[in-house]
Nanobody
Framework: QVQLVESGGGLVQPGGSLRLSCVAS????????MGWYRQAPGKERELVAS???????VYTDSVKGRFTISRDNAKNTVYLQMNSLKPEDTAVYYC???????????????WGQGTQVTVSS
């Protein structure tokens, strides 16, 4: 019913930048919160940043001042601009969205397939 497709990951040197994108498609009425999570090897998945439909943002402390989350409601898309990347940012990054569907009451969480971000010289 709903797909989240991420793009923009890759290999970058320390201090570099990447921009992740995530597009939601399917039987969507509206999207509530959208966010980015990451999971490094041997670690639990953690919230990186989230944004409400109204544009209120939340960031984990380790990325404040370096990452910026934004969304385009007309395109059902969320972005993560990552600057001043560090090796400890290396992880698989997952898009998450809480979505109201045309076919079911309520709202549901959906996840993208993940995109690898590697920060290394």
């Amino acid at each position: 019913q709903v797909q989240l497709v991420e793009s923009g990951g890759g290999l970058v040197q320390p201090g570099g930048s990447l921009r992740l994108s995530c597009v939601a498609s399917g039987s969507i009425v509206s999207i509530n919160d959208m966010g980015w999570y990451r999971q490094a090897p041997g670690k639990e998945r953690e919230l990186v940043a989230s944004v409400t439909s109204g544009g209120i943002t939340v960031y984990t402390d380790s990325v404040k001042g370096r990452f910026t989350i934004s969304r385009d409601n007309a395109k059902n898309t969320v972005y993560l601009q990552m600057n001043s990347l560090k090796p400890e940012d290396t992880a698989v990054y997952y898009c998450n969205a809480n979505i109201r569907l045309m076919t079911l009451p309520g709202s549901y969480d959906y996840w993208g397939q993940g995109t690898q971000v590697t920060v290394s010289s």
